[in-house]
T-cell receptor, first 117, second 113 residues
Framework: DTGVSQNPRHKITKRGQNVTFRCDPI?????LYWYRQTLGQGPEFLTY????????KSRLLSDRFSAERPKGSFSTLEIQRTEQGDSAMYLC???????????????FGPGTRLTVL | AQSVTQLDSQVPVFEEAPVELRCNYS??????LFWYVQYPNQGLQLLLK??????LVESINGFEAEFNKSQTSFHLRKPSVHIIDTAEYFC???????????FGGGTRLMVKP
């Protein structure tokens, strides 16, 4: 078990370009979450999956943001037509839900730092 | 809706002194409470959590937090801090569905020799 991994770790792009980030969760975990963290703030929830189903996406920041988890394993987060305000750390987390409700620990990856010029 | 407030953005303290990092939350439903720690250049790690039962929970490295329902607080304490405790600490809540964590703004603990 190598933990949650995210690629790339850093991404620099120009405004208007599309970017895609990948998250590989802990292998047996059925839930996968995406958060955004801006400088000096706590992480902000974006969306989550249970297996391949995206169960909550109303917190995605705009329709430029989309996420997929096609086979219930890795996930991608895409931002289209990036803006300077999208510059942030994008965090992925995973957990194993066994019907314990909110008590499942979320394990976080190291994040992808996006800089939009 | 839930929210978390961490009243102190930075807490400087000398080594071996006690420390308290404050966390207050608001929620219309029962919550589960967490403290996460982020060491420099590392990802978030769970420090401790309150789910049910005893209101005092402890971590393996000497931190403890007490759930106070009447004051809607979950303050983090350590009787004697060390240099290696220097990090950013985040308080977070989730509801019974556990589909998202709501984080506070974080408190930067700076331990000085």
């Amino acid at each position: 078990d190598t933990g949650v991994s995210q690629n790339p770790r850093h991404k620099i792009t120009k405004r208007g370009q599309n970017v895609t980030f990948r998250c590989d969760p802990i292998s047996e975990h059925n839930r996968l979450y995406w958060y955004r963290q801006t400088l000096g703030q706590g992480p902000e929830f974006l969306t989550y999956f249970q297996n391949e189903a995206q169960l909550e996406k109303s917190r995605l920041l705009s329709d430029r943001f989309s996420a997929e988890r096609p086979k219930g394993s890795f996930s991608t987060l895409e931002i289209q037509r990036t803006e300077q305000g999208d510059s942030a750390m994008y965090l992925c987390a995973s957990s194993l839900s066994r019907g314990q409700g909110g008590g499942n620990e979320q394990f976080f990856g190291p994040g992808t730092r996006l800089t939009v010029l | 809706a839930q929210s978390v407030t961490q009243l102190d953005s930075q807490v400087p303290v000398f080594e071996e002194a006690p420390v308290e990092l404050r966390c207050n939350y608001s929620s219309s439903v029962s919550v589960y409470l967490f403290w996460y720690v982020q060491y420099p250049n590392q990802g978030l790690q769970l420090l401790l959590k309150y789910l049910s039962g005893s209101t005092l929970v402890e971590s393996i490295n000497g931190f403890e937090a007490e759930f106070n329902k009447s004051q809607t607080s979950f303050h983090l304490r350590k009787p004697s801090v060390h240099i290696i405790d220097t990090a950013e600490y985040f308080c977070a809540v989730t509801n019974n569905a556990g589909n998202m964590l709501t984080f506070g703004g974080g408190t930067r603990l700076m331990v000085k020799p």
